[in-house]
């Protein structure tokens, strides 16, 4: 997770969880909802048939670019090669990120529950390909194009939800001898360590922890997470959620822009903190977080520990589990490869 160090338990999809290529002309699945808006052009409107046969769908910046006519491409074309780049988060195939770097293997086909599968074993097939389905929509345009890049992106998800992908948000049920070992607040407090946190006798609880003190305490007062003092409560709201267990006021308002960049619809993570926990934000914040921090290019560099660290480094620099995300890269890139 991004600034704390351990899953949580969660309700996930229903389930309790925690180069450069061609351009591609595939279209995409029409919408099971037309959209009722007509284009900027003035008459195409989805919600009517009469005006669907040529545009299909909804127009793009220049107000006749539509994904369903591949009499269009050359105009998608011409945009990309003049101004340099893709323009507007509404343009399927817009990849923000550069591609696999030169030499780089690019993936040899989608995601599919059953690869997952072979990482998550313990979590559900549909779960798995609803997983699949979200990241196979534009890998590239996601930094998931090659199978370094899978595997760097996944190490990190693994650590985060567990076999049972459990990345809805932060488990906080911690001992009180792990909150005076892991945060400096109960370093210098261990008296409310011993009140807040859990307590055991063997392997029996005989005192369950404040999940909602704990986060106020080892989050709240944060300038790095941008987050309000204790009192304000930004600590237990912005804890840890998604596939990368994104924590802080700061990354929750961020996140909500590069959204925008990426996807067509909009998420205000911000107002809504909860929303990040639940499907597709909590798969679709982790990539935000992926492709704003600019891991693709750090998993570009090579299947080595260094480069795995370097990634662990921006998703959670002191976490104690380092060993085991380059454990995780190994056993994704096996898959990936």
Not at 141 to 157: N, W, Y
Not at 234 to 253: A, E, L, S
Not at 276 to 282: E, G, N
Request: aromatic share 10%; glycine share 10%.
């Amino acid at each position: 997770m991004v600034n704390s160090t351990k899953p949580g338990t969660a309700t996930h999809h229903g389930k309790r969880h925690h180069r450069h290529s061609p351009h591609s002309s595939a279209v995409p699945q029409k919408p099971v909802t037309p959209a009722k808006t007509p284009g900027p052009n003035g008459v195409k409107d989805q919600g009517d048939p009469n005006h669907t046969s040529w545009l299909g769908w909804t127009p793009n910046l220049t107000g006749v670019r539509d994904w369903a006519d591949h009499s269009l491409h050359e105009l998608e074309d011409w945009f990309h090669h003049t101004l340099g780049g893709w323009v507007g988060p509404t343009s399927p195939g817009a990849p923000p990120v550069a591609p696999g770097s030169k030499g780089l293997t690019p993936v040899a086909g989608p995601l599919s529950a059953g690869l997952l599968k072979k990482l998550f074993p313990n979590a559900a097939d549909a779960v798995l390909q609803q997983v699949a389905n979200e990241l196979n929509a534009d890998p590239r345009k996601f930094g998931l194009d090659t199978p370094l890049r899978r595997a760097h992106f996944f190490a990190q998800v693994m650590q985060e939800g567990g076999k049972g992908l459990e990345a809805g948000f932060e488990n906080l049920n911690y001992r009180a001898s792990a909150l005076k070992a892991n945060w400096s607040y109960y370093k210098a407090h261990p008296d409310e360590a011993d009140e807040d946190g859990a307590e055991y006798q063997g392997k029996k609880l005989v005192k369950g922890a404040h999940p909602e003190r704990i986060a106020n305490h080892i989050y709240g007062g944060r300038a790095d997470l941008g987050n309000g003092s204790i009192e304000s409560g930004d600590g237990w709201r912005f804890r840890g959620r998604g596939f990368m267990q994104v924590t802080g006021r700061y990354n929750y308002k961020t996140l909500t822009g590069e959204y925008k960049k990426l996807f067509a619809d909009s998420a205000d993570f911000e107002a809504d903190p909860d929303l990040m926990a639940k499907f597709p934000y909590d798969v679709r914040s982790a990539v935000c977080f992926w492709v704003w921090k600019k891991l693709p290019a750090r998993a570009d560099k090579g299947a080595t520990p260094q480069v795995v660290d370097s990634v662990t480094d921006v998703v959670n620099k002191s976490t104690p589990s380092r060993q085991a995300r380059k454990t995780n890269f190994e056993e994704a890139y096996a898959v990936f490869k």
